[in-house]
């Protein structure tokens, strides 16, 4: 790859190399603060299929050390987005090492909030309004749970905001560090915000599990338990790994639903979203 990059994100290291200068340019500025890894867990690699669509309507493949054949490609300008894809695949096609939840996480006091749910639910939003508000952000796109101790781990990546979420998030973080709007994705508008130097800093922190919440969008508000067994299905269903890691990951999937309370949240706008977090973490 002509064009490389170096991120340590939590416990993971990803070298990420590119046919194109743009996409690394955008991550060394929206990461600057991160460290380097020592020796990377993941190769990113963004490249061009053919040599000429590096520069004729440049399109971009992701692959790396674990990639899917027939992904189709992104148009340069989304460039960012492939970068985050690509780090996205390494970790839910090989991680081994903790447990994945595709989730945001937040924490307070050692002890963290998870939220997964499913596309829409407003997971990043939530997250990005409760940075806003003094908890620290754990993750957005994944969680990472230790199958040995229990303990989530952070993995705070970029927050990518989806459409009308863009606003909100800009409004509670005048000034925070925000990415290019990336138009016309596959799932409409994107913009990345920046984690606060807080994340970053202690991004090697664990903490203790205190919340599931499986949150819901576009409701009235409304709050509900969630007994172990709903609450394992979900979580199986919000797992890139469970299977591979065989017994460990039914260990740890069954000791967070255990020993960890669940609730569902129906909420018709963030404020509502917020209070109910706020009232049951």
Known sequence: MRHVAHLAIGPVGFRIGSDWRAPIAQLEALYRDYPRPEIPDFNVHLFAARPWRRVLRPAVMIGGDYSIPDAAPLPLAQGLLAAEMGMNLQMALAQRRYLLLHASAVERDGRAV??????????????????????????????????????????????????????VAQAAHPQGRFGPLLAGTPKGDIRHLVPDARAIRAQQLPAEPALLLFPRFGFAAAERPVPPSEAFVRLTQASTNYVHLAERGFAALTRLVRTVPARAIDYPDTDAGIALVEALA
């Open 114 to 167: 998870l939220m997964t749910g499913i596309s829409g639910a407003g997971k990043s939003t939530l997250a990005a309004l409760l940075m806003a508000r003094g908890w620290r952000l754990m993750g957005d796109e994944f969680v990472l749970i230790d199958p040995a101790t229990g303990l989530a781990h952070a993995f705070p990546r970029l927050i990518g905001l989806k459409n009308q979420a863009i606003a």
